[in-house]
């Protein structure tokens, strides 16, 4: 019997529900649920990461100021308006702690990130959600959603795990029509990745001077640094200066500063990681269309599939995946039970998928 337990707005959070880590049936395990790199991180920053493990004894500066400056060098920014964190996962949560109570009300469209709410529940506020349309996040209902009580909104852009993203005018418009006290995060995660002429992960809302925007971004993905855990993120100096109060002391490891100083500046293997995605997701979705599969037009390092039958035909074809040892993400948690996220991975595995549902389309499954 427990004397002790957490407080209520804890006791109700669903925890993230990762893909399958270990497949039992399968000798092989395909890792598509992740979203990690295929192409793995820069040659450079693996050597700097192995050579600074000798004075790992070492704290590393408080601040992280050499990766936070490699950062602004990067995009000819100031960086005092880097902040950096452990994952960007960090920093989210570092947000709510900095800018909610108890009781306040922070709002995340419909198919974010496990993360926002969890976030929320960790400081007592009530995470709020605003309805998405057709996988897409809508300004006008994140603008309906709000209320006086609210004072953070997360929104990723592009989304996780839709994949789509928004144009920079519909996030301008959202800026501008939330009231000055509400702080908008977006979460450009997966920018990199992203083409689009009309998208912007957030440079120019940070720098409209009203000190209300966050841009927060990763280096797990097109970087490839998952495993060290580097996120990064550009605001105002004000908000720097909330964060450095909240963060703990030395969050970020020294590896990862390493690792994270050559990355940012290895533009050539950043190309390459680019265009393996580019060419692998053109192969792939074309032939889960074939298959007359829903694809979600996603211009991230994964794909989004709709079963068409519903949330019980998803399971049983993530049960055949499993067993053929491919593993993919169930993405009920983000409101979504009929659909698959499949991270745009190694071809084997990506071709041993197609094989699998060609099979059960023969079968009449899909
Ligand atoms: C949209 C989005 N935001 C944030 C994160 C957190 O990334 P990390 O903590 O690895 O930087 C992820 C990871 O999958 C993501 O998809």
Redesign the pocket.
């Known amino acids: 019997m427990s004397f002790i337990s957490p407080k209520g707005t804890v006791d109700n959070i669903a925890g993230y529900q990762p893909g399958a880590m270990k497949l039992s049936t399968a000798k092989k395990m395909h890792r598509l649920s992740f979203?990690e790199s295929r192409i793995g991180p820069s040659p450079k920053a693996l050597s700097a990461a192995v050579d600074i493990m000798q004075n790992c004894y070492l704290y590393p500066l408080p601040g992280n100021p050499e990766i936070r400056e490699a950062i602004a060098e990067r995009y000819s920014v100031d960086a005092d308006r880097i902040f950096c964190g452990s994952?960007?996962?960090?920093i989210?949560r570092l947000i709510a702690c900095g800018y909610a109570d108890a009781g306040d009300d922070i709002v995340y469209t419909e198919h974010g990130?496990v993360?926002y709410p969890t976030a929320a529940s960790c400081v007592g506020a009530n995470a709020i959600i605003a309805p998405e349309k057709d996988l897409f996040v809508d300004v006008d209902s994140v603008l309906e959603t709000v209320t006086e009580n609210s004072k953070v909104v997360y929104v990723?852009n592009p989304?996780?795990p839709t994949g789509t993203y928004i144009p920079k005018s519909e996030i301008a418009r959202l800026r501008e029509n939330l009231n000055d006290d509400i702080l908008l995060v977006v979460?450009a995660?997966?920018a990199e990745f992203v083409d689009a002429d009309d998208y912007s992960p957030g440079w120019e809302l940070v720098d409209n001077g009203k000190d209300n925007v966050i841009m927060?971004r990763?280096?797990?993905k097109m970087y490839a640094l998952?495993g060290l855990?580097?996120?990064w993120s550009y605001a105002p100096a004000s908000v720097n200066a909330v964060l450095n109060k909240v963060r703990a002391g030395f969050n970020v490891n020294a590896a990862a500063i390493a690792a994270g100083i050559e990355a940012i500046k290895d533009i050539e293997h950043e190309k390459k990681a680019k265009a393996y995605n580019d060419k692998m997701k053109a192969w792939f979705e074309a032939e889960l269309l074939a298959l007359g599969l829903e694809v979600a037009p996603s211009v991230c390092n994964f794909s989004l599939v709709r079963f068409p039958d519903g949330a019980e035909q998803c399971k049983a074809v993530n049960q055949v995946l499993s067993e053929n040892g491919i593993s993919v993400k169930p993405c009920g948690g983000a409101y979504l039970p009929d659909c698959l996220r499949i991270t745009i991975g190694a071809e084997d595995g990506l071709e041993l998928l197609i094989d699998v549902l060609k099979d059960l389309k023969t079968k009449g499954v899909i």
């Open positions: 979203n994952g960007s996962e960090d989210l990130m993360i990723a989304g996780n979460d995660a997966y927060t990763t280096m797990s998952a855990r580097l996120g």
